[in-house]
């Protein structure tokens, strides 16, 4: 299934909605104040309503209507928008960490500022200013994020919390991997999990039941880890497909950015450890920014050659039967239990 569900799509607008009024009102606000400070309110709103996919409001939905919650509630509508909002933050200083100059096919935060510090020769270093404006444009998006949380019940906080600490150990080990060249399976496992996985599936499902039922979560939450962790493996795991072998045109990243930059993926490590001297050799080049198209072509073949790709190909399919398979001890109604195959499959094989 590569197209998004309905479901998916009107969560999405809800969303979106959401997000415009609460920017809108902010931009105003700030306006008033002074006109400089429109950009950073701006810059939010050209990320997070630039489209994206909205995994993480939809799994929060349906742990929040799966565990009692009115599906008109705007609270778990409140709790996607800061969801989105976090994401953005993480995107901003992502991009900040990663050198990106390009996302979703436009200008990152840091190369805008930098570019324009430029332009207006402007005192000190364009580069500094660029990634200096994008970290205090995603700390803002952090703000706003805790903002829209501020009705959550104490379990739903503690669950928050939860996913934002496992988000940012993730980072780091991501951060970590990339320096050390790391090719360890478990490792790469362990970096695609905390980095991403959790935090895009087992926690949003988390937190949107504990906002619809805040005592049953020793009920609740290992049942639905059944669940997401596998398939939040296999959403970052496809996430890394895209990211080596992705067309631009589609996933708005220039292909072979994950190559460029080394990233510790599963792919690299299954790759690695099943290549020859000579195949090692060529995936020696991977973590150089310079690489040509000519040499991240010799790469994704050695990949290929490798049997790598095939292989995470299967274990994606496993992890996903897995967690549809787990679906059916989720204590929720039939229904519910329907979207969420429905999000795995989507999660599992989308092009974006």
């Known amino acids: 299934m590569h197209t998004a569900p309905q479901s998916l799509l009107d969560v999405a607008a809800r969303v979106d909605k959401r997000l415009e009024a609460l920017l809108a009102v902010e931009r105003e606000r700030w306006a008033r104040v002074d006109a400089d400070l429109v950009p950073p309110i701006d810059e939010i ?6 489209g994206g996919k909205r995994l993480r409001p939809a799994f929060c939905f349906w742990g929040f209507v799966g565990a009692g919650g009115n599906p008109a509630d705007e609270l778990v509508i409140d709790a996607g928008a800061a ?10 200083h992502d991009d900040v960490m990663d050198g990106s100059l390009t996302r979703r096919g436009e200008p990152t935060t840091n190369a805008k500022f930098e570019a324009r510090h430029g332009e207006n020769k402007l005192a000190g270093e364009s580069r500094r200013f660029g990634d200096g404006v994008a970290i205090l444009v995603g700390d803002l998006a952090y703000v706003y ?17 939860e996913l934002r600490i496992e988000l940012n150990f993730g980072q780091y080990l991501d951060m970590l991997g990339s320096a050390m060249n790391e090719r360890r399976r478990e490792k790469a496992e362990r970096i695609c999990r905390y980095k991403s996985g959790k935090y895009t599936i087992e926690r949003p499902l988390h937190l949107g039941a504990l906002l619809a039922a805040p005592t049953r979560g020793d009920e609740l939450i290992p ?16 996430d890394d497909v895209l990211g080596a072998f992705g067309d631009t045109a589609i996933t708005g990243k220039p292909v072979g950015d994950d190559l460029r930059e080394g990233k510790p993926t599963p792919l690299m490590a299954i790759a690695t450890a099943r290549a020859n001297a000579a195949q090692l050799k060529e995936l020696q080049l991977v973590g150089n920014h310079d690489l040509s198209v000519e040499d991240i072509a ?17 274990v994606i399919t496993r992890l996903t039967d897995e967690a549809i398979a ?3 001890n989720v204590p929720f109604a039939q229904s519910v239990r329907d979207e969420l195959i429905t999000l795995a499959e989507y999660v599992s094989w989308r092009t974006v």
Do not use: C, K
Not at 83 to 92: I, S, T
């Open 83 to 92: 969801l989105e909002l976090l994401h953005a933050f993480a995107l901003f």
């Open 145 to 161: 994020s805790d903002q829209l949380m501020r009705n959550a019940s104490p379990q739903a906080w503690t669950i928050w919390n």
């Open 326 to 328: 787990a679906v059916r």
């Open 223 to 238: 049942v639905l880890s059944t669940y997401g962790l596998p398939l939040g493996d296999a959403f970052q795991m496809r």
């Open 45 to 50: 709103a050209r990320l997070v309503l630039a």
């Open 298 to 314: 010799r790469v994704q073949e050695v990949i290929r050659e490798t049997g790598a790709l095939d292989e995470l190909e299967v």
